[in-house]
């Protein structure tokens, strides 16, 4: 059974920072480029970082930035999601999910390039 399974998530005032983990089981995902993605109530789940399997091409939305940095922790098979300075509309279901091309040295922007996902942890950030 493969499985991927964010924590981390909670509730932080605006300004703070959490740092979410995606723990793979199942099999190894060191061979496939990893992202985040986050949906707010009433809205689509939308692009928030990736990474690519070789840890060397990364690249985040806009909107995050300069805030957020995506790393991988092969050994551990983990991926994690450093957020910092956390804004109100940065609270969502934040979801990780594996690629999926293998060995392909890109980053993936778009859902359909994602074939494991997580089951989301909620990310509050009251203001």
Request: with cysteine.
């Amino acid at each position: 059974q493969v499985q991927l399974v964010e924590s981390g998530g909670g509730l932080v005032q605006a300004g703070g920072s959490l740092r979410l983990s995606c723990a793979a089981s199942g099999r190894t995902f060191s061979n496939r480029a990893m992202g985040w993605f986050r949906q707010a109530p009433g809205k689509e789940r939308e692009f928030v970082a990736a990474r690519s399997w070789s840890g060397s091409r990364t690249y985040y939305a806009d909107s995050v930035k300069g805030r957020f940095t995506i790393s991988r922790d092969n050994a551990k098979n983990t991926v994690y999601l450093q957020m910092n300075s956390l804004k109100p509309e940065d609270t969502a279901v934040y979801y990780c999910a594996a690629s999926t091309a293998v060995y392909s040295d890109s980053y993936f922007l778009n859902l359909s390039d994602y074939y494991y996902w997580g089951q989301g942890t909620q990310v509050t950030v009251s203001s």
